[in-house]
T-cell receptor
Framework: AQKVTQAQTEISVVEKEDVTLDCVYE???????LFWYKQPPSGELVFLIR??????QNEISGRYSWNFQKSTSSFNFTITASQVVDSAVYFCALSEDKGYSTLTFGKGTMLLVSP | KAGVTQTPRYLIKTRGQQVTLSCSPI?????VSWYQQTPGQGLQFLFE???????NKGNFPGRFSGRQFSNSRSEMNVSTLELGDSALYLC??????????FGPGTRLLVL
């Protein structure tokens, strides 16, 4: 069975600080996909990134970067120079390659960025 | 392209009633998935439909059901509502078995 663990329940930072959100996953499949979603107070899950299991290259998109390490089954997310608008709940999710989409989510990390 | 839309956005029901939620996927997307989000259980997968066929189902009682129409729009139904069914119900669509894009959700309160 697959599982996603986000050990950090809540993180509080001051604006402009860097913050890393941790994600550890478990799966028996060799082909799988990892995702990060952002959920602002409005409730909608906003897609941030998707990584497949064969692509361990780190990715940077503006202030966001992701570090995928298969050796430690981790897919961590770093926000550089955080802003108040980054305040939200962030979810890491896993999908196995079975021909259909079923996401297994972690419990989420609430990020609070204060001015 | 318009995003995933869900109606209604908010709903209040009483125990024992039934409810139907609707989801319109992104144009061209044929897969629709439903998730339930509660403070205690987090985000849990309900079911997934593709071309009017249910391809996968989560671990929920039979009171939860769904269907998909030929235009890919989907509905989910919950019968005999219980207090524990109060949740945010999220619908997601995808064009392939890859990235799912979510709608704004329907907040259901059961009294």
């Amino acid at each position: 069975a697959q599982k996603v663990t986000q050990a950090q329940t809540e993180i509080s930072v001051v604006e402009k600080e860097d913050v890393t959100l941790d994600c550890v996953y478990e799966t028996r499949d060799t082909t799988y996909y990892l995702f990060w979603y952002k959920q602002p107070p409005s409730g909608e899950l906003v897609f941030l990134i998707r990584r497949n299991s064969f692509d361990e290259q780190n990715e940077i998109s503006g202030r966001y970067s992701w570090n995928f390490q298969k050796s430690t089954s981790s897919f961590n997310f770093t926000i550089t120079a955080s802003q108040v608008v980054d305040s939200a709940v962030y979810f890491c999710a896993l999908s196995e390659d079975k021909g259909y989409s079923t996401l297994t989510f972690g419990k989420g990390t609430m990020l609070l960025v204060s001015p | 392209k318009a995003g995933v839309t869900q109606t209604p956005r908010y709903l209040i029901k009483t125990r024992g009633q039934q409810v139907t939620l609707s989801c319109s996927p992104i144009s061209g997307h044929r897969s629709v998935s439903w998730y339930q989000q509660t403070p205690g259980q987090g985000l849990q997968f309900l079911f997934e439909y593709f071309s009017e066929t249910q391809r996968n189902k989560g671990n929920f009682p039979g009171r939860f059901s769904g269907r998909q129409f030929s235009n890919s729009r989907s509905e989910m139904n919950v019968s005999t509502l219980e207090l524990g069914d109060s949740a945010l119900y999220l619908c997601a669509s995808s064009s392939t078995a890859e990235t799912q894009y979510f709608g704004p959700g329907t907040r259901l309160l059961v009294l």
